[in-house]
């Protein structure tokens, strides 16, 4: 299974880069592949850390 790092729009607007499997990437923009999600999690963290937008994990840890 593929797995892909992509930045994409919350449902607040906020740009966020997050991770989904093959099956479903959402309308963001895919930014890597990857082959397991602990890769693609990795990647996600690096580029939003290089980048400066949110993780969507953290955004919706924001809202519990």
């Known amino acids: 299974m593929k797995w892909y790092v992509i930045v994409d729009k919350y449902i607040d607007g906020r740009d966020c880069v ?3 499997d ?14 397991t999600d602990d890769e693609a999690d990795s990647a996600a963290r690096e580029y939003a850390q290089a980048s400066g937008l949110p993780l969507l994990a953290d955004i919706e840890q924001e809202a519990i």
Request: cysteine-free; overall charge negative.
């Open 22 to 35: 093959e099956s479903y990437y959402g309308d963001g923009d895919i930014i890597s592949t990857h082959a």
């Open 18 to 20: 997050g991770i989904n």
